[in-house]
């Protein structure tokens, strides 16, 4: 079989060292969705190559297919963040090790793709407010999770203004009558409406939605209930 050229913007979410000098890289890809990849003669210092390897940068990639693992044969970084901050740093590891967690096909998948450039931009912007709550849930509404926030997950019946908890267990928003009281969370009205928001507008949308502190506390909640449910406790990075 012919060796295929492919070209396609990725993000590193994971190096591993391989060998004398080699890195098996695993990249988020735009074109291919999660792949492995070995980048040859990287960990050599005078490799061109290493200065792009960084994890959280957007990198335009070059690969040709290898018997088991991709090869990649250039990388030139499109879009390079300036990981300065501790706290910054953490967030970047967390939401890269939730994204390799999570996804587990090689499919390409734009709005994934999308999803995590997203959430990359948000970590790295300046001012009060953390987004990244919001591209972590739309994540796992994307990837198969999606939380019932329409309607009680438990008595089916409309949700009034008032008195409502997420329980995670039952996958949703529980009612005040409904609530067992296990492993529940209150959520306000502002918080089912953006939960709501989260998953029927276009990603692009959800950069314009206005959030204040309680608003950001509420939904790291959420997002981090719903982390502990589908990955369990295989996270390294905690923040
Ligand atoms: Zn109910």
């Known amino acids: 079989m012919a060796m295929q050229n492919i070209a396609t913007p990725g993000i590193i979410l994971k ?10 890289l695993t ?17 050599k210092s005078t490799s ?10 957007i990198i335009n990639f070059e690969f040709v297919t290898g018997k088991d693992l991709y090869i990649m044969t250039v990388a030139k970084t499109e879009t390079y963040y300036d990981y300065k901050d501790l706290i910054v740093m953490r967030k970047l590891f967390l939401w890269l090790e939730i994204i390799d967690k999570i996804i ?27 987004r990244l709550a919001i591209y972590e849930l739309e994540l796992y509404s994307t990837s198969g999770y999606q939380l019932e926030v329409q309607k009680c997950v438990v008595g089916r019946e409309e949700l009034v203004e008032t008195n409502n908890f997420i329980d995670i267990r039952l996958g949703g928003i ?3 009558n409904h609530n067992r009281g296990e492993i529940c969370i209150n959520i306000s009205a502002s918080g089912i409406k953006l939960l709501r928001l989260i998953q029927e507008c276009d990603i692009n949308m959800l950069e314009r939605i206005k959030l204040d502190d309680n608003l950001v506390i ?22």
Request: with cysteine; glycine share 8%.
């Open 104 to 130: 587990h096909d090689s499919e390409r998948n734009l709005n994934i793709y999308e999803v995590i450039i997203k959430g990359l931009s948000s970590i790295n912007a300046q001012g009060t407010y953390s």
């Open 174 to 176: 529980v009612c005040k």
């Open 48 to 57: 061109r190559k290493s200065g792009h390897l960084e994890v959280g940068n």
């Open 15 to 24: 190096r591993t060292e391989y060998g004398e000098a080699d890195r098996i």
């Open 218 to 239: 509420e939904l790291d909640k959420v997002a981090k209930l719903q982390r502990y449910e589908i990955i369990g406790n295989k996270m390294k990075v905690e923040l």
């Open 27 to 43: 990249i988020y890809t735009r074109e291919l969705g999660k792949i492995s990849a070995i980048a040859k003669g990287s960990r």
